[in-house]
Each structure stands twice: as structure tokens, then as C-alpha cells.
């Protein structure tokens, strides 16, 4: 059985005191014992890690990190490795991001690294991947996920599989108001676990598949209920810890895929 999963970008959103706030109110909230069903992350800018660390503790909230360094040490000016993110107690780190994809020409073979570094480390790497609104327009998501995921994809054994997460996030959706419809997103769902079982045959099953693109109260209970939708990468709507709260009741955190 997949454990669902939701994750809270904060992207280059609030400062430590900011965080701590955030934290005691999102805690507050989470008293429905059914939600333990499914696992709760956020993932804050590296400045309010520390800080969310000790906010957390005791809560059935994890801590993840938006980006890492492919390389454990050295001379790399203004990274983050792995090994330190394990240190603050980091359970999780987002790699490949459109975002980064985007603005900072990160490429595949990078995430790669990066997410093959998390796996060495004891993280869990929440790999992204998505088409822009020409690509899609053009009819070739398929063909552009796939070569993503293909290239994005850490090298190691199949038993290994169920430490990944993959997120589809439709670069046309994120931040925009339009999100792929349920059927939309399951259909690229499914595309990713057929290719994750062509590299790891029966255990591409445990690989976690999240939505990501403007996400919402009123979408994620209609999203979780497809068949390959595990969960959701959500930006904007967790910045406050009402609207994430609300997120999170609203979710199928208590209906497991097979």
C-alpha cells in the first residue's frame, strides 16, 4: 500500500519567526486522528529549517528542503548537501523543480545527482517533472515527462524504488489558478508508473506519485481519488496554515492506493 503524501513548497516564503507561528497553528489544527493515515511535510527556504525542526518536534509533521547539492563536501560556494540536510532532521527534499528547471537551467542529469545524493544520505528525494502550456498544446507531455523522468532518475535497485517520490507539476498549472482536471493528471499518472515499471518492474508500485499545480481546498479530495494520485506537491495554498489545514482535511489521506 502507497501512503499518501502532501507536501507544502514555501518556496522563498517567511523568516524563522514567521515559521514558528506557522508551525504552532498548523499543529493546533492537526487533531483528527484519521489523518495519520498519510504523512504531512513541509518544506520551508533553508533558513527556517532549524527552526521548524524544533517547532516540529512531537507533531506528525516532517520536515523536507527545497534543494540540495549533488556533491556530500567541498569547495562548493552557497550549496547544501545532503548530509547536512540529514543533520537538521530533514526527512524529505524537493529536486528538479520547474522552477529550478527554469530559472536556473538545472537539467536532468543534475536532479539525477541530487536525488541520487538524498538516497545515499537517508532522505527521500521528491523528484518533479512537467510539461509547459506549448508542450502540452503541441501534444507531447507524454514524450517530455517520460525523457524527464527517464534522465531524473537516480541509479539504483529496483528494492529501492519505494524511497522515491515523483510529482507531475504541469509548469501551465503552477501558480496560475488552472489546474489539470482529475482525469488530465491521471493520465500523465499513469504514463509514469508504466515507464517506473519498465526500470523497476513490480516495485515501481511503491513509488509515490504527487500532483502539483494549484492545489487546493476544493481539488484534492477529486485528484486523491484517482488511482495514481498519491498525494500533492502544493505551493501558493500552503503558505497559510489555515488554508494547508483545510487542504488536509479535505484530502483522501485516509484512502490508500494499491
Not at 501512503?3 to 489544527?29: I, Q, S, T
Not at 483528527?32 to 518536534?57: K, M, N, Q, S
Not at 534543494?67 to 560556494?77: F, L
Request: charged fraction near 20%; charge should be negative; glycine fraction near 10%.
Amino acid at each position: 500500500m502507497r501512503r499518501p503524501l502532501l507536501v507544502a513548497n514555501w518556496k522563498m516564503h517567511k523568516d524563522r519567526g514567521e515559521a514558528r507561528v506557522y508551525a504552532d497553528a498548523l499543529r493546533d489544527a492537526l487533531t483528527d486522528p484519521e489523518l495519520g493515515a498519510g504523512e504531512i511535510v513541509i518544506a520551508p527556504p533553508f533558513t527556517a529549517l532549524e527552526t521548524l525542526a524544533a517547532a516540529l518536534v512531537g507533531s506528525p509533521i516532517a520536515l523536507g528542503a527545497q534543494d540540495v547539492s549533488p556533491e556530500a563536501e567541498g569547495a562548493h560556494t552557497g550549496e547544501v548537501s545532503a548530509p547536512m540536510l540529514a543533520d537538521l532532521g530533514c526527512k524529505y527534499c524537493i529536486v528538479g523543480h520547474s522552477e529550478r528547471r527554469g530559472q536556473h537551467g538545472e537539467t536532468s542529469a543534475q536532479v539525477s545527482a541530487k536525488a541520487g545524493a538524498l538516497l545515499k544520505a537517508g532522505l527521500r528525494p521528491i523528484l518533479c517533472v512537467g510539461e509547459t502550456q506549448a508542450q502540452r498544446a503541441a501534444g507531447k507531455t507524454a514524450e517530455i515527462v517520460a525523457e524527464q523522468l527517464q534522465v531524473s532518475l537516480p541509479r539504483i535497485d529496483p528494492p529501492a524504488a519505494g524511497n522515491l517520490v515523483v510529482a507531475y507539476e504541469p509548469i501551465w498549472a503552477i501558480g496560475t489558478g488552472v489546474t489539470a482536471t482529475p482525469e488530465q493528471a491521471q493520465e500523465v499518472h499513469a504514463l509514469l508508473r508504466k515507464h517506473l515499471r519498465t526500470v523497476f518492474g513490480a516495485e515501481a508500485e511503491k513509488v509515490r506519485l504527487q500532483y502539483g499545480g494549484s492545489v487546493g481546498p476544493g481539488n484534492i479530495q477529486a485528484l486523491m481519488s484517482q488511482p495514481d494520485i498519491d498525494g500533492a506537491l502544493i505551493g501558493n495554498a500552503s503558505l497559510t496554515p489555515e488554508t494547508f489545514g483545510q487542504i488536509i482535511a479535505n484530502s483522501y489521506l485516509e484512502n490508500t492506493s494499491p
